[in-house]
RNA sequence: GGGGCCGUAGUUCAACUUGGUUAGAGCGCCGGCCUGUCACGCCGGAGGUUGCGGGUUCGAACCCCGUCGGCCCCGCCA
């Protein structure tokens, strides 16, 4: 590799960027910095292609020129880092580029410098990346590089801008609130950071900043906002991070209502000005059974019909004993109609019974109407009129397939659910151009938790229940509805939030139906307590996961697209290692000892 | 914690089903040719611990077990 001397670097002060030059520019003396992206040896001419932020642009080396050029020009290996100065010349008009902005011109190049020469490199920079994600996270600094990558985090930060700008306006506050803070019992896996100065005592990095919000509407705050990082230990996924970012908001004096029509401006106000398109108001609102017994999920994409329908009454005592058992187990029957693409392949069949029982079925029961008659495997158990029944409750007709699911009852669901979309994905029932965005209502507040064998808070132990169901709230849980809304685009949950609440007396109601006994209740959220006791404004707020609303509009499958150094789904950082080992010496200054499990 | 797919040259893949001579190809890299390309083209060349460890076998990229890593899913994610 070539030494090369970086002698008054002043003079290579860019005077342009590489998306900058037009035919305008004509005859005008010049200079540019950037990437070599590509690099065209003639023999004679050479071509490079300088690319920067803002764009690309051809720069040409003539063979008239001085040998010492050409022979650097010809020694330049892709995404060195190089600068020229030359002159801005009209491109013949049959060798125009119409793909390029900058395709008219080309820049006659009279010196050069190369700042930093590149090594091979381990893939190609170009849209899509032909490596393979373990690649791509190993060398992040070349991926990011990238075109559409450097588009989504632009698309990232324009919106985080416009989010900004709209609480602004909105009278929102942003407010920082601590990244070491005190771990909680409830919800996802802390991670936690160990005290030097108090040994044996550790921070939790936040969940969410949801109990600071809260005391900051009882500071008198009343409208506040934060773009914030959050930490969880759990297992990862596509659209799953142990570090993402929220849009975390909270309100005072305000019902759900108010909430969900501020939050419906934001989203406006985000279709509009990134992607041009205009949203009806107000979002179509469900409620959680509704959404849970027609689409089997708590976050529905209704871009696609597919709905599920309760076979129950019509299969009860049919003879078919999968079905009777079901019903008589206090589970469901419940059927889903994909219309006019069958009669489906045996292996298709088999495809989406396996899929299925991915989520706990047992299996599938298929029927096919086809031409020539009903195609089922339960045709021989059932009576031809318990069959035409299903038929006419799912309004089959010729070419149409029935699935059925029986299980219990959220097994069922969630199957069909799951069936459901899989079904429109596969069957191309989704339109793209549409957004859809949907509030769920009217939540549980409680979750019975086999695991745990106690009643869990579905949202956080905070969220408050409608007031109509305050005396359930002992005698049955299961019956109390909570002030809590979900905000779902495109069957992704994009936002959640509550009404809190604002009394302690309530609150403490709530921690001993959790079965949080006042002792712990008092020792690790006593600080919210307390502070409910001085004045509390009613208040609510909401949470948006900023990396999937980033991820939607980006029109990519997974967060890692958005985020500029994501972790792999065993949350390891593969360009810097981390997590990693550390020194006996950091361990003893923390007072840590490891006791490893045996492996 | 569980299931599925995957790991071969710098890189992306083929060869694995059915074990058998020297593990192939594209891109990149190196050398040569080429004055209008824009993923330039043409000719030639180098480049391999088949993720790692063990087993079966006369013989393993291929079969088996374990392990590490990547992706997707279930559980989990108040």
């Not at 909270?250 to 108010?258: L, N």
């Amino acid at each position: 590799m070539k030494e090369f001397k970086l002698e008054n670097e002043e003079r290579w002060k860019r005077t342009h960027r590489c998306g900058d030059l037009t035919k305008k520019n004509k005859d005008q003396q010049i200079t540019l910095v950037g990437w070599v992206a590509s690099q065209r040896d003639h023999g004679g001419v050479i071509f490079i292609d300088l690319r920067d932020r803002w764009g690309i642009t051809q720069v040409v080396f003539h063979p008239a020129q001085d040998e010492s050029l050409i022979d650097q020009a010809k020694n330049l290996r892709m995404e060195s880092v190089i600068g020229i100065q030359g002159k801005v010349v009209l491109r013949p008009a049959n060798m125009v580029n119409k793909l390029l902005p900058t395709g008219e011109i080309e820049v006659t190049v009279s010196r050069l410098i190369v700042f930093n020469e590149s090594k091979p490199l381990p893939f190609m920079i170009k849209d899509p990346c032909d490596a393979i994600d373990e690649t791509r996270f190993k060398y992040r600094y070349l991926d990011l590089r990238r075109p559409q990558m450097q588009k989504n985090l632009f698309l990232r930060h324009r919106m985080a801008q416009i989010v900004r700008r709209y609480f602004d306006e909105n009278e929102f506050v942003e407010i920082e609130t601590p990244f070491l803070m005190k771990s909680t019992p409830e919800g996802a896996r802390d991670y936690l950071v160990p005290s030097r100065i108090h040994q044996g005592r550790f921070y939790a990095l936040p969940q969410s900043p949801q109990t600071y919000k809260q005391i900051l509407m009882v500071s008198g705050f009343d409208r506040y906002f934060q773009i914030v990082r959050c930490f969880r230990d759990e297992d990862l996924r596509a659209d799953r991070q142990p570090e993402f970012t929220q849009i975390d908001v909270e309100m005072s004096f305000v019902d759900e209502g108010d909430v969900m029509e501020v939050m419906e401006g934001l989203m406006v106000r985000l279709f509009k000005d990134v992607l041009g398109k205009s949203i009806h108001l107000p979002f179509c609102r469900i409620p959680y059974k509704e959404a849970m017994e027609k689409y089997g999920t708590d976050r529905p994409d209704i871009r696609f019909g597919l709905e599920i329908v309760g076979l129950d009454e019509i299969v009860a005592n049919s003879g078919f004993h999968i079905f009777d058992e079901t019903i008589n187990q206090a589970g469901k029957v419940c059927g889903i109609r994909l219309p006019g693409v069958g009669p489906l392949s045996r292996k298709q069949v088999d495809e989406y019974t396996a899929f299925v029982k991915t989520f706990g079925a047992k299996g599938l029961v298929v029927i096919q109407i086809t031409e020539e008659g009903i195609r089922s495997p339960i045709a021989k158990f059932v009576s031809d009129n318990t069959l035409q029944n299903i038929i006419m409750k799912l309004k089959g007709s010729v070419g149409d397939v029935i699935f059925i699911v029986a299980a219990e009852s959220s097994v069922c669901l969630n199957a069909l659910g799951n069936l459901r979309v899989q079904l429109a994905q596969d069957w191309n029932l989704i339109n793209r151009n549409i957004f859809s965005l949907v509030w769920i209502v009217n939540f549980p507040l409680f979750e019975w938790s086999e695991v745990e064998g106690r009643f869990m808070a579905r949202h956080h132990p905070f969220t408050s229940p409608k007031e109509t169901d305050l005396d359930f709230l002992e005698s049955d849980p299961e019956k109390v509805t909570a002030k809590a809304y979900d905000l779902v685009l495109n069957g992704s949950e994009i936002a959640g939030g509550s009404i809190r609440i604002h009394r302690r007396s309530l609150q403490k109601r709530l921690f001993e139906t959790l079965g949080i006994d006042q002792a712990t209740a008092e020792r690790k959220f006593g600080f919210l307590m307390d502070a409910l006791e001085y004045g509390a404004p009613p208040h609510g707020g909401i949470a948006f996961g900023f990396d999937r609303l980033v991820m939607l509009f980006a029109g990519e499958e997974s967060i890692r697209e958005v985020i500029a150094f994501p972790k792999t789904t065993r949350a390891l950082s593969l360009m810097d290692g981390s997590p990693s080992e550390v020194d006996q010496e950091q361990l003893k200054e923390l007072g840590l000892k490891l006791d490893l499990k045996d492996k």
